[in-house]
């Protein structure tokens, strides 16, 4: 199994149809990102860094993860989020 086959299974995607993508070659990488509750800011004023908690996400939505794709043509890619949605 792939680093790539492996990262896509880790976040969930191996049900789906990941394992096509990474043996055609299309899927480059699967990556998985912290909640939002991880969230924080990074703000420097006068060299001195200040992280504070957030920013809290008031969306609906959000990104938990993302899958980085190389395709021949937006037709494909269209495809492929059709599929994935």
């Given at each position: 199994m792939s680093r790539t086959v492996r990262a896509a299974s880790t976040i969930g995607w191996s049900a789906r149809p990941g394992d096509s993508y990474a043996s055609s070659g299309e899927l480059l990488g699967a990556y998985g990102l912290a909640d939002e509750l991880m969230a924080k800011t990074v703000r420097v004023r006068d060299g001195v860094p200040a992280v504070t908690d957030g920013p809290y996400i008031e969306a609906k939505e959000?990104?938990?993860?993302?899958?980085?794709?190389?395709?021949?043509?937006?037709?494909?890619?269209?495809?492929?989020?059709?599929?994935?949605?």
């Open positions: 959000f990104v938990s993860s993302f899958f980085l794709l190389d395709v021949d043509s937006e037709k494909r890619a269209l495809e492929i989020a059709a599929e994935c949605s």
